[in-house]
């Protein structure tokens, strides 16, 4: 299986900073990579697929970048609605996830 | 709309089997790829196998394959999951999430996803 790490495994943010989070693939995957958001005990929410596209009604202020085996999720400036917990993914051979990074108030 | 609708809660001893369903409405059944994910308490995502109900093809991860079988009944619109062996490291939410694409690229997403079924092993 293909490994997917995330760092840092959490970090502790103010409303409107600037939060850049980091995954990681064993291999490359091309633009196979999806971001989701989950929130304490709800369903995890899809934001982003192939690498950088937004889905339909996910704020601007997310964005994400890479290709192969680094890519990266930015929160340009946070909300107080995005204190959460954010999974890569591949989709390039599976479905496998990274551990996760908690984004928690500073 | 389309929904995935799991089966309820369960409490199982260790080196029991589990049997977790997720029943589909609102598209094709047969078009789109579904997945079991799992979430130990205070823990994170981890993806199980899949199934492509349109040919009954499945693929299960490297740790769980000798435990893990999914199945799917199409004239139910329902996909299962089996684990064997369960043990108090299986204590968990388990998922069903749906294959998603969209216009752009040959990319997959989970969307939607199942309201989550917690299953407790404890002797």
């Known amino acids: 299986d293909i490994q997917m790490t995330q760092s840092p495994s959490s970090l502790s943010a103010s409303v409107g900073d600037r939060v850049t989070i980091t995954c990681r693939a064993s291999e490359n995957i091309a633009n196979y990579l999806n971001w989701y958001q989950q929130q304490p005990g709800k369903v995890p929410k899809p934001l982003i697929y192939?690498?950088?596209i937004l889905l339909s009604g996910v704020p601007s202020r997310f964005s994400g970048s890479g290709s192969g085996t680094e890519f990266t999720l930015t929160i340009s400036s946070l909300q107080p609605e995005d204190f959460a917990t954010y999974y890569c993914?591949?989709?390039?051979?599976?479905?496998?996830f990274g551990q996760g990074t908690k984004v928690e108030v500073k | 709309q389309v929904q995935l609708v799991q089966s309820g809660p369960e409490v199982k001893k260790p080196g029991a089997s589990l049997r977790v369903s997720c029943k589909t409405s609102?598209?094709?059944?047969?078009?789109?790829?579904l997945h079991w994910v799992r979430q130990a308490p205070g823990q994170g995502l981890e993806w199980m196998g899949w199934?492509?109900?349109?040919?009954?093809?499945?693929r299960y991860s490297q740790k769980l394959h000798d435990r893990v079988s999914i199945s799917s009944d199409t004239s139910a619109s329902t996909v299962s999951l089996e684990l064997s062996g369960l043990r108090s490291e299986d204590t968990a939410i388990y998922f069903c999430?749906?294959?998603?694409?969209?216009?752009?690229?040959?990319?997959?997403?989970?969307?939607?996803w199942g309201q989550g079924t917690l299953i407790t092993v404890s002797a």
């Open positions: 993914q591949e989709s390039y051979r599976s479905r496998l």
């Open positions: 999430a749906r294959d998603s694409f969209g216009p752009t690229g040959p990319y997959n997403w989970f969307d939607p």
């Open positions: 199934i492509n109900p349109g040919n009954g093809n499945t």
């Open positions: 609102g598209y094709i059944f047969t078009k789109f790829a």
């Open positions: 192939g690498t950088s």
